[in-house]
């Protein structure tokens, strides 16, 4: 088996590598208080071809450590990943596209509805670069009324 080599969707990934503080802003629903979120990201390449990002912060509710994996699958022309973390039991699988400007990466995911009565329901996180030492990650979830409602704002600045 030949070694995979790195693409330019490769490339795009290898820019998160580093480390990072987050701080983040999360509102699960107009009817609830925003909280804020701060922490620590490291992010490191497996391969060239993989991103790890291990974070870990605070919340108000205590402490959360997450694994976020992505990389750029050639045969399906598309960014896969996952994430997990330590307040929850449900496995995030990613499926995205890079913007047709090529700034903003759109993962898609599937999981458990905001509603708390176990329906399950899309969800999007869109990481985009404002520069080489600043990136953004915006979290959406799709209404029941079909309506994308953005309902968390990360902020990561390279230490």
Wanted: with cysteine.
């Amino acid at each position: 088996m030949h070694p995979a080599e790195p693409s330019a969707e490769h490339q795009w990934l290898q820019r998160m590598i580093g480390e990072w503080t987050v701080a983040g802003e999360c509102q699960m629903s107009p009817e609830q208080p925003v909280f804020h979120l701060s922490g620590h990201e490291v992010v490191r390449t497996l391969g060239g071809l993989w991103v790890v990002a291990e974070g870990n912060g605070s919340t108000p509710d205590g402490g959360c450590d997450s694994i976020m994996t992505l990389g750029f699958d050639p045969q399906q022309q598309a960014f896969v990943g996952t994430f997990i973390g330590s307040t929850m039991t449900h496995l995030w699988p990613y499926r995205g596209q890079l913007s047709a400007d090529g700034q903003q990466l759109v993962l898609e995911s599937t999981g458990p509805s905001f509603a708390g009565d176990g329906s399950m329901t899309r969800f999007r996180d869109i990481i985009e670069f404002v520069t080489p030492d600043h990136r953004r990650m915006y979290s959406l979830v799709l209404n029941a009324d079909g309506q994308w409602q953005q309902f968390m704002t990360n902020q990561y600045h390279r230490r």
